[in-house]
């Protein structure tokens, strides 16, 4: 991948950014089994939600939930409850996008996925009690101290997550299929699909935390800018990526005559496209000090990565 | 019906309950309107969440919300978040619960069934959409002054709608489906999949209002009391409704080998239940004054209703 920016070529940026992915990524994966795992909820709604929450992945939105809260000086801790919610809100949306009525996909990360396993009804009624255990363990976070941030988020998760948002944009990209769109509704379809959560969860971690308008308002651009990096970067590995590594079929956007990035502009537009929105990214973040520097190298993961 | 109450059988309690319920029926659906119809939300899903929320219904849980705030004394403006909220909810669990994989039902109120006009995709999204707004409206009422009241609302709502609730009482009954239960399982089954919103409808106002804590349990109780009375009617209804006041074919429990109530205790037995529940629901109210009296009437009305 051709960059202005200096990738991440030294050993010790990407044994950095390694070892900080893994750490954040046990994080939260203690904590979301502990979430479910409590009394309360039926035994096989438990195990499908479980089943999808525990799939794995790269745990990209909570992970960005703890690095706007460092970039502000915040503690893991006081965020938890909003990197398991958008965790959450992300696993509802994969279980419903892969449904037969959906992409009817029957592998996600390698493994069947949850209506292949559960079937339909149980996949659709764990993907909604995902998406209301969101809010429940975001709003079950309240304390004296903290109201009017967390009220604020509950808000932000409602927006990015609903019609206005990653709801909204999985409409536009069913109404779109089979029919040719243009960059500009191609954007609009991602900035809310794909956009709205990973938006979400650059500010959200800073939000609990007390930051400053200022700061909100960069992470937020930042947020806008990896997003939409983000799903070009998804367009061009479902191109040249390796199968065995992304754990899905790759060509699949071509099979499906969806519209892409590449299939607008080409691969190589595509790329210096996705390198200026990274480079725009990272230099909005300099308002803020090193403690910033995960959301820096993250930025160059985003289309750096192989899955 | 048989009944140890007095049952709503003078002209004045009939007309008095008759205009009361549409008036607060009216001022729910001018609310609801208002809140999909702004902008943001893609028009095809407009349209789809729409379609369910303006076909109709009793608007049962928003009355309730209003009545609970009524009770203690507050007004319809500080709860009508609340009241469009659980009404959203509730459209949302009508929808997914009539898809092909689930109840694979055709007709709703006597209209098509959301995915039968719209697509399942369309009609899975559209639920999904409904629920999360229901979510924005209730947390952005939120104001200096009532921020703790609202996150404890937001709170019970994902209580009331998720797996602890509505969600996992539907997953039971899916489990259930094809297989003998007892009355303990049914009650649970019944206390989760249609109770817990019902339950949750009787507090919110009143949470909003700020209820005492007695109210509050108070109004829990009867709200336990009228959502188990509402279902044992339902089943009820099954076997001697009206086919065109119900919107909905008649028998379909049996024919679907469902347990109900009258399966397990017999017809007569249900009724008596249900009368007794509606008589605790009412006699627990005695802490409240004559401006309880709407909730006294509609727990009558839960049980003689003919649809």
Redesign the interface.
């Given at each position: 991948m051709t960059l202005r920016l200096r990738p991440l070529n030294l050993n010790r940026e990407i044994m950095e950014l390694k070892s900080y992915l893994k750490d954040r990524k046990a994080l939260v994966e203690a904590e979301m089994s502990k979430s479910?795992g409590d009394s309360?909820?039926?035994e096989?709604?438990?195990k499908a939600?479980n089943y999808s929450l525990e799939a794995g992945g790269k745990r990209l939105r909570p992970i960005l939930v703890f690095a706007g809260a460092e970039a502000v000086g915040g503690s893991h801790d006081m965020v938890m409850p909003a990197a398991v919610a958008i965790e959450m809100v992300h696993t509802?949306s994969l279980i419903?996008d892969d449904?037969p009525?959906?992409d009817d996909d029957s592998l996600r990360r390698g493994k069947p996925t949850n209506h292949k396993v559960f079937?339909?009804?149980?996949a659709?009624?764990s993907?909604?009690?995902l998406?209301?255990?969101a809010?429940?363990v975001l709003?079950?976070a309240?304390n004296s101290s903290n109201?009017?941030n967390?009220?604020s988020v509950?808000?932000d998760?409602?927006?990015a997550?609903?019609?206005?948002g990653m709801?909204?944009g999985?409409?536009?990209d069913?109404?779109s299929t089979n029919r040719k769109i243009d960059e500009a509704e191609l954007t609009h379809l991602h900035m809310l699909k794909t956009g709205a959560l990973l938006r979400f969860s650059c500010t959200a971690g800073a939000k609990l935390c007390g930051a400053t308008e200022d700061q909100i308002e960069a992470l937020d651009n930042y947020g806008r800018d990896i997003g939409l990096a983000f799903q070009i970067a998804d367009d061009i590995l479902d191109i040249e990526g390796d199968q065995e590594l992304l754990g899905k079929d790759v060509g699949s956007d071509q099979g499906n005559l969806k519209s892409t990035f590449p299939s607008l502009i080409g691969l190589d537009e595509s790329k210096k496209r996705s390198a200026d929105l990274i480079e725009r990214a990272i230099s909005g973040l300099s308002i803020f000090d090193e403690k910033a520097e995960p959301l820096r190298l993250l930025a160059k993961y985003i289309i750096e990565r192989k899955s």
């Open positions: 479910i309360g909820i039926p096989t709604l438990q939600m509802f419903h449904l009525a959906m079937g339909e009804a149980h659709i009624l993907g909604d009690a998406l209301v255990e809010f429940s709003a079950g309240c109201q009017e967390i009220l509950v808000s998760l409602a927006h997550s609903g019609g206005r709801t909204g999985q409409i536009i069913i109404d």
